[in-house]
């Protein structure tokens, strides 16, 4: 999805302009997308969600598969339109970005460069001419910060379930028409494992409001079924 990222600079980028995301064209071609554990519950009613180990990271993070093969996205309709009513926080935020902290903490935000939605002639200015924020950079910036407060929440997710050796591998091989699919290198919640946790470490998942994700997770494998089907069966 992301072509170009850079960290917006004032200098560099006075001129740029943003236009208003109108369709999800942009992500036509993108076959899973990060989730962050606030919405696991949600996005579970439409979307598979597996993990995928984060080596920059060194952890796992909840992903919503929209299709069954590298290019798909059964969810975008070629006029642009996203077809099923929930739409993951990071797809909403294109073509905006928050790199990950500097040594100093302070992480940059991006913006895909190569993206149709940047001009130097339509849309909303980023920058005014002292070099300031606008209001539309401003709204971005909100947004952005409360993601990477869902990031903080989703990492320590995670970080619990590995700590309890929830994680299990998860491949399948799936027939459509004369092709046969595959997806392989990711992970999910192994039930056993999560049934069998003693009561304190449960408990520290309940406490944290964390055992609907889980098992949300679990419930959401489902879905795959729509992404078996392929496109007619992705619409709502």
């Given at each position: 999805?992301?072509?170009q990222?850079?960290?917006?600079?004032?200098?560099?980028?006075?001129?740029?302009?943003v236009?208003e995301?109108?369709?999800?064209?942009?992500a036509a071609r993108?076959?899973?997308?990060?989730l962050?554990?606030?919405?696991?519950v949600?996005?579970a009613a439409?979307?598979?969600?597996?993990?995928?180990?984060?080596?920059?990271?060194d952890?796992?993070?909840?992903?919503?598969?929209?299709?069954?093969?590298?290019?798909?996205?059964?969810?975008?309709a070629?006029?642009?339109r996203w077809l099923?009513?929930?739409?993951?926080?990071?797809?909403?935020?294109?073509?905006?970005?928050l790199?990950?902290?500097?040594?100093g903490g302070r992480?940059?935000v991006c913006?895909d460069a190569?993206?149709?939605?940047?001009?130097?002639?339509?849309?909303?200015a980023?920058?005014?001419a002292?070099?300031?924020?606008?209001?539309?950079?401003?709204?971005?910036?909100?947004y952005l910060a409360?993601?990477?407060?869902?990031?903080a929440?989703?990492?320590?997710?995670?970080?619990?379930?590995?700590e309890?050796?929830?994680?299990t591998?998860?491949?399948?091989?799936?027939q459509?028409g004369?092709?046969?699919?595959?997806v392989d290198?990711?992970y999910?919640?192994?039930?056993e494992?999560?049934?069998g946790?003693?009561d304190?470490?449960l408990?520290?998942?309940?406490?944290?409001?964390?055992?609907a994700?889980?098992y949300?997770?679990?419930?959401?494998?489902?879905q795959i079924?729509?992404?078996?089907a392929g496109?007619a069966?992705?619409?709502?």
């Amino acid at each position: 999805m992301f072509r170009q990222l850079v960290a917006l600079n004032s200098t560099r980028h006075a001129g740029l302009r943003v236009r208003e995301q109108s369709g999800f064209g942009f992500a036509a071609r993108v076959h899973m997308a990060a989730l962050m554990q606030p919405e696991m519950v949600r996005a579970a009613a439409t979307y598979p969600i597996v993990f995928v180990e984060d080596r920059e990271g060194d952890g796992f993070r909840p992903m919503a598969l929209f299709g069954l093969r590298e290019g798909e996205n059964l969810f975008v309709a070629p006029d642009g339109r996203w077809l099923v009513s929930y739409v993951p926080a990071v797809i909403r935020s294109y073509p905006f970005a928050l790199s990950r902290a500097d040594p100093g903490g302070r992480p940059a935000v991006c913006i895909d460069a190569a993206s149709e939605l940047v001009s130097l002639t339509e849309g909303a200015a980023l920058f005014d001419a002292n070099g300031a924020a606008t209001p539309a950079l401003e709204a971005a910036k909100g947004y952005l910060a409360s993601l990477r407060q869902m990031q903080a929440v989703t990492d320590a997710f995670c970080l619990a379930l590995a700590e309890r050796n929830l994680f299990t591998p998860f491949s399948m091989r799936v027939q459509r028409g004369a092709q046969t699919l595959e997806v392989d290198g990711c992970y999910v919640i192994n039930e056993e494992r999560l049934d069998g946790l003693p009561d304190d470490r449960l408990a520290g998942l309940r406490e944290r409001g964390w055992l609907a994700a889980l098992y949300a997770q679990v419930v959401s494998l489902q879905q795959i079924e729509r992404l078996e089907a392929g496109p007619a069966a992705a619409r709502p």
